[in-house]
């Protein structure tokens, strides 16, 4: 299987960079992560200065998949994540929800151990394992890896786990995607602005499919299919992801309009991403449960 190491990196999505590896579609491929902070504080004494801020969240590749035109999209299986030993986060003035309350930048060690985050003596944390960062070159001007968008980026969605399907957008030729920002954990809202961050590998699976293009990703598990917006107010991502949802269902359900309004209204979610990064993401998810009834397969291989 071919690696990307973390050596091959870049702090924005864009058309210009040039890709890492080049693969055909179909190709799985094991991709290591650096941490958001380029694993630059290995000590809880590190200083806020010391720290070079240009340095943040860096997303290993891109990889160019052959055959990605602008208008396909790029499909992502998550097949596995594999997290380092040590988390890291991080709370400080400016940074958050809770920013205006806080001092001096602060961060803390979390080590990982027997599949547990041991955040104190007392408190040995669930995993989540997630990916933050993950997308493609955007169709116009480069967008730094810590803005989310229409092409993925800094999402913060922990959807974006080991078995889901990601599916991204393609604007530029080859798509050139590319992932970082790996999280042993984070809660919905990632209010503090860091989960636990750490360097991990990840294996993925890309596959091209052609002729149906969204205007945001879509994630699908094993519960249901979410639209993923990212907007500058979170009012207006919620909105936009149930608009999103409710136009790429409706061709595929043999219902009106309203009847289609009432049925999301019954039976979707809206759900926050993150509310800390420059831009809001929230999702809208509806049920396999509903979806099967009327066979709802919205990304079908390109050769069905
Ligand atoms: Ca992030
Ligand atoms: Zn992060």
Redesign the pocket.
Known sequence: MQTVSKEQFVYSFSKDNSHALKVPSGSTIVMETWD?FRNQIQSEQTTVSSIDWEQINPATGPIYVEGAKPGDLLKVHIDAIELGEQGLMAAGPGLGVMGHRLDAMQFKLIPIKDGKAIFNDKLHLPLNPMI?VIGVAPEDEAVPCGTPGPHGGNM?TKLITTGATLYLPVFQEGALFGLG?V?AAMGDGEIGV??I?IPAKVTVTLEVLSGQSIPYPFLENGEGISSIVSKETLDEAAKSAVEIMIDALLPHMDMSLPELVMLCSAAGQSQISQIVDPLMTARFFMPWSVLDVYGVNLFKPANI
Do not use: A, K, S, V
Request: hydrophobic share 0%; proline share 0%; aromatic share 0%.
């Open positions: 958001c933050g913060d920002d999280h860091t989960g961050e």
